[in-house]
């Protein structure tokens, strides 16, 4: 994902919600598309990690369309200012998760995902992540150097693993 201002990379999230919309009403409950629609299809929420062998916390944003399982993701490092952006998707969702949608409950517990961002230092992060709730969980991956980054999201800082 080529680097460019912060509000560049919002603007290509809506822009993935608008060319994907056609396709939502197909896959989801009416539910996730009126949210999806009252939200302007995207919702954010906090990001915070950090690297095992690094003293640095990134801190930032994912913006995430809950309809179509992907977001956009922003950290900046506290210190260092490194910024990181890049995308995730779900990959796998329990089927729980499909039971319990039908009575138009949102239940996200138990999903995993993966994310890919790319660093202004060089460095690219690739992780996964489980879920706690719709809009909450937990992560960990590696840079191309093999150091360990762990992250949570959706959760206030003292909840955080960082």
């Known amino acids: 994902m080529p680097h460019g201002d912060e509000k560049g990379g919002l603007r290509a999230a809506k822009g993935l919600c608008r060319r994907l ?3 939502i009403a197909a896959r989801y409950s009416a539910f996730w598309i009126a949210a ?3 939200a302007g299809c995207t919702t ?3 990001v915070v990690g950090s690297f095992d062998n690094y003293n ?5 944003e994912v913006h995430a369309n809950p309809a179509v399982g992907e977001s956009f993701i922003e950290v900046k490092g506290k210190n260092s200012g490194v910024k990181c952006i890049g995308g995730s998707r779900i990959i796998h969702v329990p089927a729980s998760n499909r039971i319990v949608g039908l009575f138009l409950i949102p239940y996200c517990k138990g999903q995993k995902g993966y994310a890919h961002l790319e660093c202004d230092d060089g ?9 706690e709730t719709c809009t909450s969980g937990y992560g960990d991956g590696h840079d191309q150097r ?7 999201f959706g959760m206030i800082v003292s909840q955080g693993v960082v």
């Open 44 to 46: 954010s929420y906090p």
């Open 123 to 131: 460095r690219e992060i690739t992780a996964t992540f489980t879920t």
């Open 146 to 152: 093999g150091g360990r980054f762990r992250f949570t």
């Open 36 to 38: 999806a629609a009252a």
């Open 21 to 23: 919309a056609p396709h």
């Open 56 to 60: 640095e916390v990134f801190r930032g």
